[in-house]
């Protein structure tokens, strides 16, 4: 069974630019979450998708999208980047969209901008 | 506004000893409680919860308190190894809704 992956790792982009994050959830799982983790600070919520579709977001701009596949990956897009947008962004997949359920995060992919 | 808060930033504690890590909030509807362990360049990993309807739920050596009246709970580690050391988030919700993270706290322990 493997568990979450994410890429890239790392990432520099320049104010202004358009980014894509993308997240293989663990295997069977149907919900993926995905957080912002500004330095100093815990992840904060940006959205969730459940079979394909959003079901949740938290109190970020329409520039933050995402996307998840037939087969459960997910993407992440930032349009017109800001500095501010620079942190670790972690995504978290579970079984089903109840809270109780153990969210598997993976290990983040780090994007700096400049 | 915060709704979740780790008021200390870091924590050492000697190998053996019990690790006491707190947490409050403010939000009066949360019902499900957890706790998160991170290791540098690892996502967090799930440690344990508890629901509103308890006041403690014990995994081993972790024991997390819940106190609803003070809006406060806490994370014990007895007795701490040096594997322990990491940041500990804790995470609120209320229903099936979003988790809220605190800042985090970390914890060193030493030999």
């Known amino acids: 069974e493997t568990g979450v992956t994410q890429s890239p790792t790392h990432l520099i982009k320049t104010r202004g630019q358009q980014v894509t994050l993308r997240c293989s959830s663990q295997s069977g799982h149907n919900t993926v979450s995905w957080y912002q983790q500004a330095l100093g600070q815990g992840p904060q919520f940006i959205f969730q998708?459940?079979?394909?579709?959003?079901?949740g977001r938290g109190n970020f701009p329409p520039r933050f999208s995402g996307l998840q596949f037939p087969n459960y990956s997910s993407e992440l897009n930032v349009n017109a980047l800001e500095l501010d947008d620079s942190a670790l962004y972690l995504c978290?997949?579970?079984?089903?969209?109840?809270?109780?359920?153990?969210?598997?995060f993976g290990p983040g992919t780090r994007l700096l901008v400049l | 506004d915060q709704q979740v808060k780790q008021n200390s930033p870091s924590l050492s504690v000697q190998e053996g000893r019990i690790s006491i890590l707190n947490c409050d909030y403010t939000n009066s509807m949360f019902d499900y409680f957890l706790w998160y362990k991170k290791y540098p360049a690892e996502g967090p990993t799930f440690l344990i919860s508890?629901?509103?309807?308890?006041d403690k739920n014990e995994d081993g050596r972790f024991t997390v308190f819940l106190n609803k009246s003070a809006k406060h709970l806490s994370l014990h580690i007895v007795p701490s190894q040096p594997g322990d050391s990491a940041v500990y988030f804790c995470?609120?919700?209320?229903?099936?809704?979003?988790?809220?993270f605190g800042t985090g706290t970390r914890l060193q322990v030493f030999p």
């Open positions: 995470a609120a919700s209320e229903g099936t809704d979003k988790l809220i």
């Open positions: 978290a997949s579970s079984l089903a969209v109840a809270i109780q359920e153990t969210q598997y």
């Open positions: 998708y459940y079979r394909e579709e959003e079901n």
């Open positions: 508890i629901s509103s309807i308890k």
